[in-house]
């Protein structure tokens, strides 16, 4: 509900300086294998040539069955090929000299290949006789560890789920399955951009850049040339097996493909025969995996009482901002929401019902219960009247059984979706629903990297659910249950570090929000006990870290708990006191209130709730900044303090907390928040200092005020799916970095430069303050994990205020990814807070005198 805005505001964080790092060469120590490789050059070379000779035999051998077998046809001249390589001194781009395309880069310095217009391999094999024979151009040769034998592919391609039936696969049985097609070709960089010459003219240097951005338009114009060729190698190759491409748009009859800049994806039907054959041989497929089953923990019964409140919604304010609900529909004439749906933009994408809107899902419904817990984030009001906070609008895309139909690929559905929306201002997306097993970790999804694309190409945000472990039975092979894991005598949070509870997909997209669960209440009625305590993880509620070491889920919200008895294996149930209190449909009759049903889909509203709330604060800025106030909001609870709990596993069970509207919103007289307003951006190489400055009387030694001091960056950048790591799958990576005592901006600046290129295990230092997480691994109070993995980067360090010092910068530092193009840039919002942690000790208005100095001085300067 709508709240008075009697908050202290944010202020302003000013940018200070800015400068960017001269390149520089350099390498760090070599991997002993690859020492080994090149200090036996006769038996390192000679085992690589008899790799390719025996690749080539095989795919001879191959092509000539194929003929014989009435099999279709394969594109020319493309043999697929799996290598392994140093991963960290041979880059992977560097193939396609060996006349090799990268098909898709995996963890460990594997790499999924194919020959390009060269069925002997001849450019590898040169550069292999000239490693042999010590000449020049066989240097990288030792780099290249292992050429695998081709019979393996498909545990390189397929899904970990595909993979534990794959020998059982019969030729006759009929497979949906989602395919990722890359499409970049050797051309996977543009060429180095132009830099002017000692004495050469202006005039000379323009031309050389001209003539650079137009073959940087050729080489965009060549990846969609190929990436329509490989769509119509593939269709042909589908085709061929009778098989059937699902992928159609909302007519039901238009084929289309979800496409990013490097690769496209879809869902296709084909037998075991052809997907076989597509797996082993189609020398572009990266990815092939079953089609997510939505996982949600659905009610058998209502447990609530028949009230009807007499409680009034009214409308919200007519530029009130939109969330639009992406789930089973909504039950819009409910008394609790109808003033807030608008109507005249609901839309269903389930096919045959594209007139029905509704919430049709038994037992009070799923997509009615998640809107209504976006408007009523804790309990919902008996009597009285208040404005809502938003307007809802309805996507409808899961039927009547909460299912996710097959004939909707997540890709394509979602990026409809957007274009449907985006029109209407919507900046907010809930997502309540997610799949039923983990998340592959070995490269992003399309549907995740669909939702990292959308929020690059618009100003949105997704706000996503964890996933939840099944109650009862495990689902497929990977994700076990509550109760399996109770019953081999796993307690509760323990289970939820294991690999079968990771987050599902999507929720390991890069760019989205995603939401876990904490329970709200202890409960214990003999026999029955709850699993989880008041505010620690629920029972189901799926946990990090994510893809590439992030964290993830960045926040929580109360989702409800479960409880179990005594039984081995144990009863598990959700009896109403443990479940959140929520909305609920009457379609088919019951209460309009239940609290019968628990889950991180009921979580991840609450979060867009409060993102709402901003929104409506902050109308004119980006939704960036969103993010990073509801990240840099966030707390642990208590029980996350204790000496004997691991503060990495904290991080995978709740990532940064339990976000506060207030915080987020606001200020108190001993908390003070620094915003960058509007949309900054950043190129690689580039570095962009912020100050703040501290208020005198903090800085005297006889002051020993305890600090929280809290940052928190968020950006993002175009994905690329084919690549590992963020380094990689990103187009622009950011990080930041904190100035040490006495250093002012310019000095400071000068440093990060400085230090730039230096490798990763340098000792660059993190100034004087001891940061909770750190930049890099290590660094931080806790171990294995950074702050840096993702593109919402929070830290947080308590200091004694004479600890800090009259300057205190923060820089937002620029890092290529793949997009070697010297002008990408990536956006960003910067979040900087100050609190005393002893409430009595105001800090705000001296704080903002202070930025007023600072203002004034850097205006005298100029």
């Known amino acids: 509900m709508v709240k008075e805005n009697n908050h202290l505001p944010h202020i302003e964080l000013r940018l200070t300086t800015k400068g960017s790092a001269v390149p520089v060469r350099g390498g760090g120590k070599p991997n002993p294998r690859t020492t080994a490789n090149t200090n036996n050059r006769q038996g390192h070379g000679k085992r690589l040539k008899n790799s390719i000779d025996s690749l080539i035999y095989d795919w001879q051998d191959i092509k000539e069955k194929r003929e014989e077998e009435g099999k279709p046809s394969l594109p020319e001249n493309a043999i697929p090929i799996i290598l392994q390589v140093d991963p960290t001194a041979f880059d992977a781009e560097d193939l396609r000299k060996y006349g090799i395309e990268v098909i898709a880069e995996l963890e460990e310095g594997y790499i999924v290949g194919a020959s390009v217009e060269d069925n002997e391999f001849s450019s590898l094999q040169k550069k292999i006789e000239q490693f042999i024979k010590a000449e020049k151009g066989g240097g990288k040769v030792p780099e290249i560890w292992e050429i695998i034998d081709g019979r393996r592919r498909p545990e390189y391609i397929v899904s970990p789920e595909l993979w534990n039936q794959w020998d059982e696969i019969k030729d006759e049985i009929l497979f949906v399955v989602d395919v990722g097609i890359s499409c970049i070709g050797t051309k996977s960089l543009f060429s180095d951009h132009p830099k002017q010459k000692d004495n050469e003219s202006d005039d000379n240097f323009a031309t050389r850049v001209n ?314 009625v003999p026999p029955y006990s709850s699993i989880s305590k008041k505010d620690q993880p629920s029972a189901f509620s799926c946990s990090g870290l994510g893809i590439w070491e992030t964290i993830k889920p960045e926040v929580v919200e109360y989702g409800g708990d479960l409880v179990r008895d005594e039984g081995v294996p144990p009863n598990i149930t959700s009896p109403k006191e443990v479940c959140p209190e929520l909305v609920r449909s009457t379609l088919r009759g019951g209460p309009a209130i239940a609290s019968d049903n628990v889950g991180t889909s009921f979580a991840a509203p609450k979060v867009t709730h409060i993102l709402a709330l901003i929104a409506a604060e902050f109308p004119n800025e980006n939704s960036l900044l969103y993010r990073a106030l509801i990240v840099q909001s966030a707390r642990w609870l208590e029980w996350a303090f204790s000496e004997n709990i691991n503060k990495k596993d904290v991080l995978r069970l709740i990532g940064y907390g339990l976000p506060d509207v207030n915080r987020a919103l606001g200020n108190s007289p001993n908390r003070i928040t620094l915003i960058t307003q509007e949309e900054r951006q950043i190129k690689a190489r580039q570095a962009h200092v912020f100050q703040v400055k501290l208020p005198e009387e903090l800085l005297s030694q006889g002051e020993e005020i305890e600090i929280l001091v809290e940052v928190t960056l968020s950006y993002k950048a175009q994905p690329r799916r084919t690549r590992r790591n963020r380094r990689k799958y990103l187009s622009t990576w950011l990080d930041w970095d904190c100035s040490k005592k006495g250093e002012d901006p310019d000095s400071f600046l000068a440093r990060i430069l400085e230090e730039y290129d230096a490798p990763d295990d340098a000792e660059k230092g993190e100034g004087s303050f001891k940061w909770e997480l750190g930049k890099q691994n290590n660094h931080g109070k806790i171990k294995e994990v950074s702050r840096s993995a993702g593109t919402i980067q929070k830290d947080w360090t308590v200091v004694k205020s004479f600890q800090l010092r009259e300057a205190f910068c923060i820089a937002v530092v620029g890092h290529q990814g793949w997009n070697n193009d010297p002008d990408a840039q990536a956006p960003y919002s910067l979040v900087v807070s100050f609190e005393a942690l002893k409430s009595n000790i105001p800090i705000y208005t001296t704080f903002v005198e202070a930025q007023v100095e600072l203002q004034i001085e850097q205006q005298v300067e100029i």
């Open 211 to 524: 003539n650079w951005i137009n073959k940087r338009d050729i080489t965009y114009q060549q990846w969609d040339d190929i990436k329509s060729e490989r769509e119509d190698e593939f269709t042909n190759f589908v085709q061929a097996y009778n098989g059937e491409n699902l992928s159609s748009f909302i007519d039901g009859e238009t084929t289309k493909y979800a496409e990013l800049p490097d690769s496209f994806s879809c869902r296709i039907k084909i037998s075991g025969k052809g997907l076989k054959d597509l797996v082993f041989n189609f020398p572009y497929i990266f990815d092939v995996s079953e089609p997510d089953e939505f996982a949600e923990i659905l009610p058998k019964s209502s447990l609530s009482d028949a009230d009807s409140p007499s409680f009034q919604l009214e409308p919200p304010e007519p530029n009130a901002p939109k969330v639009c609900n992406i789930d089973s529909g909504i039950q819009e004439r409910h008394t609790l929401l109808r003033p807030a749906i608008d109507s005249p933009n609901s839309k269903s994408w389930v096919p045959g019902e594209i007139s029905k809107t509704s919430d049709y899902v038994s037992n009070g419904g799923h997509g009615t219960r998640v809107a209504g817990a976006i408007l009523y984030p804790r309990t919902i009001p008996r009597s009285g009247s208040q404005k809502a906070i938003c307007w809802i609008q309805n996507a409808r895309v899961l039927d009547a059984n909460c299912q996710l139909p097959k004939s909707l690929f997540p890709p394509n559905l979602l990026a409809d979706i957007v274009s449907y929306y985006i029109g209407t201002g919507t900046k907010l997306f809930n997502h309540s629903i997610a799949g039923s097993v983990p998340c592959r970790k070995q490269y992003m999804s399309a549907w995740a990297a669909t939702i990292d694309n959308l929020t690059w190409q618009n100003d949105i945000l997704f706000i996503v659910a964890a996933g939840n472990l099944p109650l009862d039975t495990r689902t497929g092979l990977t994700r076990l249950s509550v109760k399996e894991h109770l019953a081999t005598n796993r307690i509760h949070p323990d289970y939820l570090l294991e690999d079968s509870c990771r987050i599902a997909n999507p929720a390991q997209s890069f760019q989205a929000l995603t939401v876990g669960s904490i329970a709200s209440c202890d409960r214990h």
